[in-house]
């Protein structure tokens, strides 16, 4: 089996070299060949000369420098065309989801499953973070369609035989999660560890979130265009 992790990168030069020396410890054991793509997210620190290093020094790692911030989304879609590989990881670049955990991801795609998620047992963040993460991640299950997604998030695995489904999409508004439900109904999770942020903090503030909210209610569903139609046939005022 041949592995790909891609990594969107944004404010992430200090964590990049243990995350990459980690994945070159876990990978091998894994896969016949395998490579870690780091997409520079228009990151405003010195992360894509980090990557650049990096991919100097080790020959499993590529770089792609996007020309200005585009989004997580975007970065990950990037980096999930460029993959090479039959088997695609995706994961944050902040160290929390422990590369030591893959293999438990591995072990249930190989169930017969297309796309699995591994979730935190944990989130180490505010109350009101936490909420509004729940609620996006159930907007997007509903969008996506299929029962078996209870919740979403970025560390996860699929076959890379799914961007047949979604190659020819090119709109400016990306939900990796969505794109992944068109090719596919068998979803599945395993629980893992997450690790407690070391540096820096998150780019997802509260804005950030209410951004992401619209998109899925404005993007990817009509829900927002029938509502009125609805109110008003069942509005006693009706007729």
Sequence with gaps: MDISVVIPVFRGRDTLEPLVDRLTNVLPSMATNFEMILVNDGSPDDSWQEIERLAHRDRHVR???LMRNYGQHNATLCGIRAARYEVIFTMDDDLQNPP????????KLNEGYDVVYGL???REQAWWKNLFSTLIKRAISYVMGVQTVRDICAFKVFRA????AFEGFHGPDVLVDVLLSWGTSRFGSVSVDESPRTTGKSNYDLLKLIKVSLLVLTSYTTL?????V?????????G
């Design 161 to 164: 035989e799914l961007r047949k």
């Design 63 to 65: 770089g792609i420098d």
């Design 120 to 122: 935190a047992r944990k």
């Design 224 to 228: 927002p265009l029938r509502s009125p």
């Design 230 to 238: 609805y109110w008003a046939f069942y509005s006693p005022s009706w």
């Design 100 to 107: 030591e955990e893959i293999p438990k991801l591995l072990d």
